[in-house]
């Protein structure tokens, strides 16, 4: 007679990223983990009696997840001296409050600059050598050639990952973790140092350009035309295959900065594999490399990134900029999930969170600085959040059967015609009807919502702001509205309340949620 003894692998319930199809999921104890998230400002983290006040407060905007920074200063303050004091805090608090974590390795870079660097490292130029601009000046951000830094940062990293390990590999407080923060070159497209120069006029490396090979057909459009423009050369320095110009500059930084990242991951992955991801601040339109934060994960450097940095589970954006569908179009890949880690915290968060989930499958979305005492954004936000919650299961199961959608309304695109089930659903804003005094202002709040077929012929809508009437998708057939209930799911069960008809369903000719109301139908 035998029995078996199960492994106690650390990979067993560990969280983690799949991707599978066109879809992917964040997984928390084997579970699917779909997160209503925030993310503290910069200095939060790094007092105590500071942070105290502020978890209850995040508790009632239905936060599931706190996403924190951890400063290497503080950590390492004497090399190979570590001090857990903060990240034990962070922990012990986001368990009592019932919360995930994300921390955020503020490491080698933050902001692109390399303020979070300890002082034994800021003070020791001769050992961890910054990056010179285009007269040689020096910049306040360590270059990505120095191996020391480099070795410096995977261990702090790699001992704050053997340190959550330690304290946390049973309980999953801790799910993710950011590499860096918004890494990017700035005021020049490269690094002018003597050993980026010394880089620069090596060959470009072959696993690159057998990467790029390997995936012509796939390049992001902006990296088609360099590669053609180079006219397809396969070996020489950087400028002789990708051509002279501020757009090689940043390829070539790419490379260097993607590497290092990546290697600071795998150090960290090695001790414990927690996903880990890197962020990126979008450059605005029309700026040259240099410019803006150059050399980031931004999206026409995507083929570099995936090429250089294989640890990475996917690179996010931070919302500071207009232009939400854009830029949510090109971060939304097979081989990349969506995952928003700051938006700014203003009005019209709360549906934006509906769209970035319903419509392209957003593992998380989470304000910055969402401690900050927003009122008009924060309490839309909370039940936009309890809403996302309540559906959470749902959700999950949707993205499995590709039967979920989501839009965002506003005056200027106020409505969107989408075909589920047997049906042509015609979503407007609210504000359409005209019904309200409203419907006459100059702007209209962003309104959304998320839409899960359940068969073909019976829908969950959460959101707000919106109105949907039916129609078949047969010419010659109506849709007709048999039943409408509003209610709630409690522990994932379906709660109905009022049944809505009459004036609530127009007498039968559509679905609706009014504007600064929230709730599921
Ligand atoms: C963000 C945050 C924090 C349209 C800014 C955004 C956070 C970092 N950086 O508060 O510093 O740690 O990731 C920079 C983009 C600002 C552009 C605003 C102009």
Redesign the pocket.
């Known amino acids: 007679i035998l029995f078996k003894v199960k492994s106690q692998s650390l990979s067993q319930g560990i969280p983690q990223v799949k991707y599978y199809g066109s879809n992917t999921e964040l997984l928390v104890d084997g579970a699917p983990y779909l997160m209503t998230g925030g993310e503290l400002g ?1 200095s939060s983290a790094s007092s105590t009696p500071y942070m105290n006040p502020i978890w209850p407060k995040l508790q009632k905007m239905h936060l599931n997840t706190v996403i924190a920074p951890v400063y290497w200063e503080l950590l390492e303050p004497q090399e190979g001296k570590f001090n857990f004091t903060l990240v034990d805090y962070l922990i012990k608090s986001a368990r009592q409050h019932h919360m995930k974590l994300v921390l955020l390795w503020f490491g080698t870079w ?2 692109s600059m390399s303020c979070y660097s300890p002082g034994w490292v800021k003070t020791n130029q001769k050992h961890f050598p910054r990056v010179a601009n285009s007269t040689g000046g020096p910049e306040e951000i360590i270059t990505p050639f120095s191996k020391e830094a480099l070795l410096a940062d995977s261990k702090a990293f790699s001992s704050l990952m053997r340190h959550i390990k330690e304290t946390d590999s049973k309980f999953h407080t801790v799910i993710m973790v950011q590499v860096e ?2 890494i990017g070159m700035l005021p020049d497209a490269r690094d002018h140092s003597k050993l980026a120069d010394e880089a620069f006029n090596r060959p470009v490396p072959t696993k690159l350009i057998s990467w790029l090979n390997s995936h012509k057909d796939k390049l992001v459009p902006e990296m088609q035309k360099i590669w053609q423009d180079g006219g397809n050369k396969t070996s020489g320095n950087w400028e002789s295959v990708f051509g002279k110009s501020p757009a090689t500059d940043e390829l070539f930084m790419v490379w260097y900065f993607a590497g290092y990242a990546n290697a600071v991951a795998k150090a960290g992955k090695a001790v414990y594999p927690l996903p880990m991801y890197v ?1 990126a ?1 979008l450059n ?1 339109p029309g700026k040259k490399p240099g410019q803006y934060p150059s050399a980031g994960p931004l999206p026409h450097l995507i083929d570099i990134w995936k090429a250089a940095a294989p640890d990475i589970d996917f690179l996010s954006p ?1 919302f ?2 207009p232009n939400f569908k854009y830029w949510n179009d090109r971060y939304t890949r097979p081989d990349n999930a969506l995952f928003i880690p ?1 938006h700014r915290f203003e009005d019209g968060v709360d549906a934006k969170a509906f769209y970035a989930i319903g419509h392209y499958k957003a593992l998380g979305f989470s304000p ?2 969402i401690e900050t005492d927003n009122k008009t954004a924060g309490e839309p936000l909370g039940q936009s959040y309890s809403i996302i919650q309540q559906l959470a299961g749902e959700i999950s199961k949707a993205k499995h059967k590709g039967t979920i959608d989501g839009v965002l309304l506003s005056k200027d695109a106020d409505t969107v015609r989408l075909q589920m089930g047997d049906y042509i659903l015609i979503v407007s804003h609210d504000l359409t009807l005209g019904w309200s005094p409203k419907a006459k202002d100059a702007s209209w709040p962003l309104t959304g919502g998320i839409i899960i077929a359940l068969g073909n012929d019976e829908f969950y809508v959460g959101g707000t702001g919106l109105v949907i009437s039916f129609k078949s998708v047969k010419d010659g057939e109506r849709a007709g509205i048999l039943q409408v209930d509003e209610g709630v799911f409690v522990n994932g069960k379906w709660q109905p309340g009022r049944r809505l008809n009459g004036d609530e369903d127009h007498q039968g000719r559509h679905l609706r949620i009014p504007v600064g109301e929230y709730g599921i139908q």
């Open positions: 910069n933050k902001n923060n918004e962020n601040a605005a931070d500071y900029n700051e910055f600085s």
